[in-house]
């Protein structure tokens, strides 16, 4: 009698029979088959979605973190660049502002002011970047202009660089909207030569032409798993208009550019002589618009990224601070790993000072810190786990004989 009653049990949201499902859940009042639990539970999932979305929207002021907050924040990740960090603490209090003014009738619409940040390589531009994203409450991406080309040509398409954007925050295009993009490698993508006539310049100057309209503001169509688009692809609307794009480049060379625009104004006996004694590791701190566009951008972007700062070289100071005091350095890393294998690292001071003099003499800036790290305890992380000690202390006579026999010695030898 009980095996008749239950062949009789159907699902009360689809009607079929358990001879028709893989399994029926029976409950106190009712039944309900494995399809429709899966789609109940989906419905709930977006249902959830929309309410937290719906809750996000508003943004409220009393909790945003003001610039000096953010700032404060950098400090403990990022040395120096006193003045990026503050261009960049106002361009992103700026746009969380902006996402959260009320549209009345005063006819003042917040228009959003991109930044580009000019620095040598290895000073810090990715790493502010990713640092500011740790605490940002908007979806953050950080993509490479060096692999966009116009469509239709080997590489990627300008709307691609949305893509990770719209991964940052699940597809979530509302979120997406509000987002903030770094672009990284912008001078790669500088004009090739003054005279556009004679090739297609497909990854230069035709990048930037792509570019204008996102910087602008407009619907753009993203193919939603990146790479090139095509007709059967769906694509997803997406508008720029309220969406902070921050640039980044070395513009390798632009000093150049700097120092002969700062002798063309100079006038009258003994001016020359001042200018030539500035010194040509500061030029940086002069840089102008006028010199982005000799270098190779176009006027139309150049006025679509109206904050310009700049990232100063790194002195041996700074370079010295960098291998400590972050709250992720170098060796507090390097501690953290032996600690796990419950080694007790020791650094002496002269190597920290041989690793900067090292970096300083390469001219590889911050970046290059960790490759001479590495390249000093590569031996060390390989012996020490299991070796059964409990204490090392790493000196300057064992750092030097290490880069002698590495790839860094030879790099020596070649300047």
Aim: hydrophobic share 40%.
């Amino acid at each position: 009698m009980a095996k008749k009653k239950e062949t009789n049990l159907r699902c009360d949201f689809c009607g079929r029979g358990n001879d028709e499902v893989r399994l029926l859940l029976p409950g106190l009042n009712g039944c309900i088959c494995d399809e429709c639990a899966e789609r109940a539970n989906e419905i709930a999932k977006e249902y959830l979605q929309k309410l937290q979305h719906a809750d996000s929207e508003e943004i409220d002021m009393d909790s945003l973190p003001k610039p000096s907050e953010i700032h404060a924040f950098l400090d403990q990740y990022v040395i120096g660049q006193e003045k990026a960090k503050k261009y960049l603490s106002v361009a992103v209090y700026n746009h969380y502002k902006r996402l959260a003014q009320k549209r009345d009738d005063d006819g003042i619409d917040i228009e959003k002011s991109n930044i580009i940040i000019v620095g040598p390589t290895g000073t810090g531009k990715t790493l502010l970047a990713k640092t500011i994203a740790k605490m940002l409450k908007v979806p953050f991406a950080i993509v490479d202009a060096t692999v966009l080309t116009e469509a239709g040509y080997v590489g990627e398409d300008i709307e691609s660089l949305l893509t990770r954007l719209l991964a940052a925050c699940d597809y979530n295009v509302e979120e997406a909207q509000r987002g903030i993009v770094f672009i990284d490698e912008i001078d790669k993508i500088a004009r090739k030569g003054d005279n556009p006539s004679i090739t297609r310049d497909v990854s230069g100057e035709g990048v930037q032409q792509g570019l204008l309209k996102l910087l602008e503001g407009s619907v753009v169509n993203v193919p939603p798993q990146g790479g090139r688009k095509h007709p059967e692809q769906r694509m997803i609307a997406i508008d720029t208009k309220n969406i902070l794009f921050i640039c980044g480049g070395a513009f390798e060379g632009i000093e150049r550019k700097i120092a002969q625009r700062l002798n063309t104004h100079v006038v009258g006996y003994g001016a020359g002589n001042r200018v030539s004694k500035l010194d040509r590791e500061k030029l940086l701190h002069f840089v102008a618009p006028q010199d982005l566009r000799s270098y190779g951008l176009i006027p139309e972007i150049i006025g679509r990224l109206p904050i310009l700062t700049n990232l100063e070289p790194l002195d041996r100071d700074a370079l010295r601070r960098i291998l400590t005091e972050p709250k992720n350095s170098i060796v507090k890393q390097y501690h953290k790993l032996l600690e796990m294998d419950g080694v007790a690292l020791t650094i002496d001071d002269e190597v920290l000072d041989f690793v900067v003099d090292k970096a300083i003499e390469f001219k590889l800036g911050a970046r290059g810190l960790r490759s001479i790290f590495e390249t000093i305890m590569i031996d060390v992380m390989y012996q020490v786990p299991a070796s059964g000690e409990t204490t090392y202390r790493l000196t300057r006579d064992y750092a030097a004989q290490q880069l002698e026999k590495s790839d860094f010695e030879l790099l020596s030898q070649m300047q």
